[in-house]
C-alpha cells in the first residue's frame, strides 16, 4: 500500500528552510536530474531527509495497519486455499512494511521512533485502511481496488531517487503482482455464486470504489509540494494523473465482473480517451486524514496494543542476548 | 481398516488446521513486524499440511467430502485433534510454550510416519517433516530466550507451559484402532514417541534455566471427540462462511 | 537511545554458484533468531539456498566524499580492458 502526501504541515511549507550550501545544494540537484541514485551517506538537503521521512515511513505504516482490515476476515476464510492466500497476502503487506522501516532507518530515523509517533498520532497512513470490512467480498475489492491503486503508485516508485527506498519499491512491487490479481479471482469466483453472493460483491464495490479513488491523494491543485516532490523523483506522476489511469484500468474490470461502478457520472469521453467520474467528497477525505475515519480509532487501539503488549518480549530477547554477548566476552 | 485409516488422518489434519488457525489470530498482532512474518509462516505450513491430510481423508472416506468439506462441515465432536492445539493463545510466551510441545511431538511423530507403510502418508510426512523441524527449532529458540530473559518473560512462559502441561497424555493417546494401524507400520506408535519427545523438551527446558514439573491430573479426550470449550467457538468463526451460505463458490 | 532490536544486513545466495548479495535488513535481537527472521522476510519465495546476516554497525563503508580519489583514478587505465587491444582480424580467440 503507498500513500501520498498526507501531513502537509510538515512539509516543506511550514518547517522553516535549513540554509545549505549553495554548492551541494546544486550538485545534488544536478544529480538527481541526471537521474542518479541518492545512497544514505551521501549528502542531501534536509527538506529531502525531511520528506523522505515522512513519506517512507507514512508508506511502511501504511502497510502495517492495513494488516488489519484483511486480518479481520483471515480467520473466517472460507476455504483452506482463500485462507493460505490471504494469510500470504497480509504476511507479504507486514514484509513490506518491514522493507521500508529498513529504508527509512537508513536516513537517521530509528524504527522505534517512527512507530511512536505513528502511534502518538503524530505521523500518518493511508486513509483507506480506517474503513471496516464488512463482508468477505471486501476482501476481494481491497486486493483488486486498493491493491491495483498501490500498485499504480507503487511502480514508479521502482526508479524514485533515493537508492533504498527504489530498491524496497522493486522487491515490494514483485510481491505485489499477485494480490490485485488474488482479489479479482476471488471476486470472479462469488460472482458465479449465489445471488447474496453477488449481492455481496456489489455491496462491496459500493463501499470501496471512492475510497480507492481517495487513495491518490488529493486533487493536483490542491497538493503544494508535488513539484518539488516530482523534481525530486519522490514522486514521478501526480495524483491526478494516476488516478485517471486507476479509473481506466478499473473500470473495463468491473464491466468483466459484472458490477456497477457507484458513479452516476461515469462516462467515457471519447475526446480526452480517459473516463470522465463524479466529483470526490473531499471533505471526507480530510476527515480521515485527520483521523475520524470510521474505524481509525480501533486501527490505532489494535497497533498500540500490539506493540505494548509486545514489550516485554522484545525485553526479554535483547536481556537474554546481552547476558550471552557478556559471557561470551568473559571466556574470550 | 479404512474407517480407521481414516479416523487417523482426521488427527493428523485436524492437529495442524486447529494449530494453524490459531495462529491465524496473530495475523497483524505479533511483538514486531519480523515475529508477525514468523508466526504466518508457521501458520502457512500448518495450513498446508491440513489441506493434504483432510483431502487424503476424504479420498479414504470416499463419501464425496474433500478437505474443504471436512474443515468446514463438521461440528467440534467429529474434531479429532488434540487439546493442546484448541488452546487460546494467550501470551506470546504461552503461544510458543504451546507451539514449543506440540512441534517437538510432531517432529517426532512425522519423522516416523515419512517411513509409514501408507505411501501418501510417507509423501506428505516427508514434506511436512521440514517444515516441523524448523517450527520445534523456532520455538525452542523463544523458550530458552523467553525463559532465561527477563524476570517478567520467565514468569510468562512458566505459566505458560503450565497451561499446558495437562495435556501431554492427550497428545500422545492412542486407541485401539490406532494400535492396530501401528501395528501394520501405517501409523507411528506414540508410545515408543513419547520419551524421545521428553527428552527434547528437558533438554530445551535445562537451556532456558527451567525445569519440568511432575505432571498434573491429565485432561484427555481430544482424539475421541471429547474437546474443551474452546474449540465450538473457534469452529463457530471458523466455519461461519460456508455454513451461513449453502452453495455458496468460494 | 534506540530501544529497538539491532539492525542485521541479509545477504542471499540465490542459487548454487551465486555469490550472495544483499537482499534488505531486519531487526533481531541476537544471530541466531536474525538468520531465522531473514528466512522468514528474504526467502519466502525460494530466493535463496543460504543466508549470511551480518550486524549492520558492523560494515565499514567507504566514505562517498572519497568517491572521486577512490575510484576516479580507476577510468584512466583502459589498458586494463582487453577491447583496449587492436589484434589483426588473423587472429582469432585471443
Ligand atoms: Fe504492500
Ligand atoms: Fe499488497
Redesign the pocket.
Known amino acids: 500500500?503507498y500513500t501520498t502526501e498526507l501531513d502537509k504541515t510538515a512539509g516543506s511549507a511550514a518547517a522553516p528552510a535549513a540554509v545549505e550550501d549553495p554548492a551541494l545544494l546544486a550538485a545534488f540537484e544536478a544529480r538527481v536530474a541526471n537521474d542518479e541514485f541518492i545512497e544514505p551517506k551521501d549528502w542531501m538537503p534536509e527538506a529531502y531527509r525531511r520528506t523522505l521521512t515522512r513519506q517512507i515511513s507514512q508508506h511502511a505504516h501504511s502497510e502495517i495497519v492495513g494488516m488489519l482490515p484483511e486480518g479481520n476476515w483471515l480467520t473466517r476464510a472460507p476455504s483452506l486455499k482463500r485462507k493460505a492466500i490471504l494469510l500470504a497476502?497480509i504476511q507479504?503487506?507486514g514484509g513490506?512494511g518491514l522493507y521500508l522501516y529498513c529504508a527509512a532507518e537508513t536516513l537517521g530515523t530509528s524504527r522505534e521512533q517512527m512507530i511512536e509517533a505513528l502511534h502518538a498520532g503524530k505521523a500518518k497512513y493511508s486513509t483507506i485502511f480506517n474503513y471496516p470490512t464488512l463482508n468477505w467480498a471486501d476482501i476481494g475489492a481491497i486486493g483488486w481496488l486498493v491493491?491495483g491503486a498501490?500498485i499504480m503508485n507503487q511502480v514508479p516508485l521502482q526508479r524514485t531517487s533515493y537508492g533504498p527506498y527504489a530498491r524496497a519499491m522493486v522487491r515490494v512491487c514483485k510481491e505485489?503482482s499477485f494480490?490485485q490479481r488474488q482479489g479479482y479471482d476471488l471476486l470472479l469466483e462469488m460472482m458465479k455464486g449465489t445471488p447474496e453472493q453477488r449481492a455481496m460483491v456489489q455491496d462491496a464495490m459500493n463501499r470501496w470504489w471512492w475510497p480507492s479513488l481517495m487513495m491518490f491523494g488529493p486533487p493536483d491543485d490542491n497538493s503544494p509540494n508535488s513539484a518539488q516532490s516530482i523534481r525530486w523523483r519522490i514522486k514521478r506522476e501526480t495524483n491526478d494523473e494516476l488516478r485517471q489511469k486507476f479509473v481506466d484500468a478499473t473500470v473495463p474490470q468491473a464491466e468483466l465482473l459484472g458490477i456497477t461502478v457507484p458513479d452516476p457520472d461515469l462516462q467515457w469521453n471519447e475526446e480526452r480517451g480517459h473516463y470522465d467520474f463524479g466529483a470526490i467528497d473531499w471533505n471526507e477525505f480530510y476527515a480521515v486524514v485527520r483521523g475520524e475515519g470510521p474505524v481509525a480509532r480501533e486501527r490505532m487501539k489494535a497497533r498500540r496494543a500490539a506493540w505494548d503488549e509486545g514489550a516485554w518480549v522484545r525485553e526479554a530477547a535483547a536481556a537474554w542476548e546481552a547476558r550471552q554477548a557478556a559471557r561470551r566476552a568473559a571466556a574470550a | 481398516m479404512n474407517d480407521l485409516l481414516f479416523q487417523y488422518l482426521l488427527r493428523l489434519g485436524d492437529d495442524s488446521l486447529i494449530l494453524g488457525q490459531r495462529l491465524c489470530e496473530w495475523c497483524g498482532h505479533a511483538p514486531t513486524i519480523e515475529v508477525d512474518l514468523s508466526l504466518s509462516n508457521l501458520a502457512l505450513d500448518l495450513i498446508g499440511q491440513a489441506t493434504l491430510f483432510l483431502g487424503y481423508a476424504g479420498e479414504v472416506e470416499s463419501g464425496g467430502r474433500d478437505a474443504d468439506a471436512l474443515a468446514f462441515h463438521r461440528d467440534a465432536e467429529d474434531f479429532r485433534n488434540c487439546l493442546l492445539v484448541e488452546q487460546p493463545n494467550g501470551d506470546f510466551a504461552r503461544t510458543m510454550a504451546r507451539q514449543f510441545l506440540f512441534s517437538s511431538y510432531q517432529l517426532a511423530l512425522l519423522d516416523r510416519l515419512c517411513s509409514s507403510a501408507d505411501g501418501r502418508i510417507a509423501e506428505i510426512a516427508a514434506k511436512a517433516v521440514k517444515e516441523v523441524r524448523y517450527h520445534a527449532d523456532l520455538a525452542a529458540d523463544w523458550v530458552v530466550r523467553l525463559g532465561d530473559g527477563t524476570a517478567e518473560s520467565r514468569g510468562r512462559m512458566i505459566e505458560g507451559l503450565d497451561d499446558c502441561w495437562r495435556f501431554l497424555d492427550d497428545l500422545f493417546a492412542m486407541d485401539d484402532g490406532e494400535r492396530a494401524l501401528a501395528a501394520a507400520g501405517i501409523a507411528a506408535d506414540k508410545a515408543a514417541l513419547r520419551p524421545l519427545v521428553q527428552g527434547r523438551v528437558e533438554q530445551v527446558l535445562r537451556q532456558a534455566t527451567l525445569s519440568m514439573p511432575g505432571l498434573p491430573w491429565q485432561v484427555t479426550g481430544g482424539r475421541t471427540g471429547r474437546h474443551s470449550e474452546h474449540l465450538s467457538r473457534l469452529l463457530a468463526e471458523m466455519q461461519v462462511l460456508p455454513r451461513a451460505h449453502p452453495g455458496a463458490r468460494w | 537511545m534506540s530501544k529497538d532490536w539491532p539492525l542485521w544486513e541479509v545477504f542471499v545466495r540465490a542459487r548454487g554458484g551465486l555469490e550472495h548479495r544483499h537482499a534488505g535488513s531486519v531487526h533481531a535481537p541476537d544471530a541466531e533468531l536474525a538468520l531465522r527472521h531473514a528466512r522468514d522476510t528474504y526467502t519466502r519465495r525460494m530466493e535463496g539456498v543460504s543466508l549470511w546476516v551480518v550486524r549492520s554497525a558492523d560494515i565499514v563503508a567507504s566514505d562517498p566524499d572519497q568517491a572521486g580519489e577512490l575510484f576516479e583514478p580507476a577510468a584512466s587505465k583502459v589498458y586494463r580492458h582487453p577491447t583496449f587491444y587492436d589484434l589483426p582480424d588473423a587472429v582469432k580467440h585471443m
Open positions: 500500500m497476502k507479504d503487506e513490506h491493491d498501490a505485489e494480490h
